[in-house]
């Protein structure tokens, strides 16, 4: 399954899209990364002769988490200006994203545009003052011209593979994913995937590559994990390894076929440090700034502790709810091209109520892995 042509998050703003389920979990890692993305920006060296500042912001799907990124680049830009008495660039950001995503959403809520962006409109909202365009393509290949680009931010993003490793759908492999759905258990899957990654984050830096202008820079967020065993994913392995009970469990009740879920599987991978070092040093063009897994232990919110940690089984209950509510939003146009609409109803209710019931194991899932930061420069 090429991914480019069935990936997409929910699109809308009705009960399962990702504009309503993605401002929990995906918005607070971007609040925690914030001053890290400051300082990518406020070290950067601008030269005089940069009268556009061009931003791309890669896998930006269709809620307003896109939104927030970019406004605080380029607010952190135009201070960074200012402080060092450069005229301020104009901005273009170029908001890119599989064709099959919602970008009308996304621009439905842009704020008004204005060149001065120290003044309020007459609602009192601030508005934008950047240039917005959409780019419809996967990232792991050419999106841009050559060297037009100063800065790629992705969020969230490149721990999707461009395809699911082939060798993992073929009974006859050794890689064979029998009864499982993601990167876990057997060491040859993991391989597969991590074979997979390789080619996809080469694709990605080489492209990219073109596109930067010398000393431009990345920033990503993605997942990550701190066991350099491919087939551990660490913390995003949790929710992954529930979905996958899940269809098990409607396979024992007779409402799929086994067959049907032996040749699904998840294409997403989180990479470890180590093999994200190996990579951008094989490719060659970029310099390693930052590269640091945030541990999703040392991030949790009181709610989420509250839930993971306390004895009321209705909270707990309403907790798995929420958390299914926000993986069927991610999730909810692959599980569909494979199985059809009628499952997924009953599949995200049994994956609700098992997350409810796993919630305590979520705080060690989560000391082995969770955002990943990666911070590039074009050499």
Not at 86 to 95: A, E, L, R
């Amino acid at each position: 399954m090429k991914t480019n042509k069935v990936l997409h998050m929910n699109a809308g703003q009705g009960e399962y899209s990702y504009a309503q389920n993605s401002i929990h979990f995906q918005k607070s890692v971007l609040e925690i990364v914030k001053p890290m993305l400051e300082e990518a920006i406020l070290s950067m060296k601008l030269t005089l002769e940069c009268e556009t500042f061009c931003i791309a912001d890669l896998g930006c799907s269709s809620g307003p988490n896109a939104l927030f990124a970019v406004e605080n680049i380029t607010k952190t830009l135009k201070a960074k200006c200012r402080s060092a008495g450069i005229t301020v660039p104009q901005c273009q950001v170029f908001f890119n994203d599989l064709p099959a995503s919602d970008f009308n959403s996304l621009f439905r809520i842009l704020p008004p545009f204005s060149l001065n962006t120290d003044l309020q409109n007459e609602e009192g909202a601030v508005e934008r003052s950047y240039f917005a365009a959409g780019v419809p393509g996967s990232f792991y290949g050419r999106l841009f011209p050559d060297q037009t680009l100063h800065f790629v931010h992705s969020s969230y993003s490149l721990h999707w593979l461009s395809q699911v490793p082939a060798e993992i759908l073929e009974k006859k492999s050794v890689a064979w994913n029998k009864g499982k759905i993601f990167c876990e258990g057997s060491r040859a899957v993991g391989e597969a995937y991590f074979r997979q990654y390789q080619r996809d984050f080469n694709a990605f830096l080489r492209a990219r590559a073109e596109e930067l202008v010398r000393g431009g820079r990345i920033f990503l967020v993605l997942a990550g994990r701190t066991s350099r065993d491919p087939s551990d994913q660490g913390f995003i392995a949790f929710p992954w390894e529930s979905l996958g009970s899940s269809f098990n469990d409607l396979v024992s009740q007779g409402l799929i076929e086994e067959e049907k879920v032996d040749s699904f599987n998840i294409p997403l991978y989180a990479p470890c440090p180590e093999e994200v070092r190996s990579e951008v040093t094989r490719e060659g063009s970029f310099e390693i700034l930052r590269l640091e897994v945030i541990r999703k232990s040392e991030t949790f919110s009181e709610e989420d502790i509250e839930a993971m940690t306390g004895s009321s089984a209705s909270l707990k209950d309403a907790y798995g709810r929420k958390l299914a509510k926000q993986l069927r939003a991610v999730t909810e146009s692959l599980i569909k091209h494979h199985f059809g609409e009628e499952i997924m109803d009953l599949l995200f209710e049994r994956f609700g109520e098992i997350m409810g019931e796993r919630l305590s194991e979520r705080m060690e899932y989560g000391k082995k892995g969770g955002q990943l930061v990666i911070f590039l420069e074009h050499k």
